[in-house]
């Protein structure tokens, strides 16, 4: 079974024996923080969310890769743009974050959200535990994008209380929004670069189906470096998708000094 699916058994399992929020927030918390740095964990994240991502970035909306309403819960990986500080929020529901690439920093304001109270640096690997009631944002202050994956109470009754987040501040959307599908793709091949499994190649090759031309580079480089022979297929395939002669040289160029590395 993969990962994940190992992942949402545990967290099912932990799930039915709590009855508070708190404990819902520790048990989730303690599953993610056991699974989040772990490869195949995130190489299964990355698979469920390219299965969203099938019917192209126009219709992508970064939507949950897991949702169990029975058992309580939704998940979602976010892609956190370089330099970028979201909305300030309320949040009435329990939540827990890991971070799963790169670092973000989660920022505790006041109850009306004026004045920030405490900040948390996160590093892959860490978790961030949220009970209600909690005004909070995250900013991401690298410069390169982060990923995390939340984990948010959903319940049948949930709607009956009133909203589960409640933004105070509502400016941060569209750029959060702009260029997400390819911002998300660019991240997962960082994310493959840096913890390669066995199902690195197929990953790299779905990303290679779904991004632009210039992003289809940069998953065949990944490839390449796995597998120099299908990459050199691929880096073929990709000339004819190319439309200026500068990109079709410099392609025809990285694909000389493939097959000469391949045959040395
Ligand atoms: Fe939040």
Not at 24 to 46: E, M, N, Q, W
Not at 63 to 70: G, L, S, W
């Amino acid at each position: 079974m993969e990962a994940f699916n190992h992942f949402l058994a545990d967290i099912n399992r932990q799930l039915v024996s709590a009855s508070t929020d708190k404990e819902r927030v520790d048990v989730a918390g303690d599953t993610l923080k056991t699974y989040i740095t772990r490869p195949d964990f995130v190489h299964s994240c990355i698979e469920r969310c390219l299965m969203t991502m099938q019917n192209g970035r126009s219709r992508w909306r970064n939507p949950q890769i897991a949702e169990d309403i029975d058992a309580g819960y939704l998940m979602r990986m976010l892609f956190w743009p370089a330099r970028f500080k979201g909305d300030i929020h309320r949040h009435n529901r329990w939540t827990v974050t890991g971070v799963v690439s790169n670092a973000i920093d989660a920022i505790l304001y006041d109850d009306a959200g004026e004045k920030e109270v405490k900040r948390f640096s996160g590093i892959a690997g860490d978790i961030g535990k949220v009970v209600p009631p909690c005004v909070h944002a995250a900013e991401n202050v690298g410069d390169v994008p982060a990923v995390t994956l939340a984990v948010f109470c959903r319940t049948p009754k949930s709607q009956q209380f009133g909203d589960e987040v409640e933004w105070i501040t509502e400016t941060q959307e569209g750029k959060y929004a702009a260029g997400i599908f390819d911002r998300a793709l660019r991240a997962f091949i960082f994310m493959i670069n840096h913890s390669p499994t066995e199902r690195s190649l197929h990953l790299l090759d779905t990303i290679y189906i779904l991004a632009r031309p210039s992003m289809k580079l940069l998953a065949i480089k990944a490839m390449a470096r796995i597998d120099p022979i299908r990459g050199l297929r691929r880096l073929e395939d990709a000339y004819h998708y190319l439309d200026g002669p500068d990109d079709k040289a410099q392609v025809a160029r990285a694909a000389q000094l493939l097959r000469e590395a391949i045959r040395a």
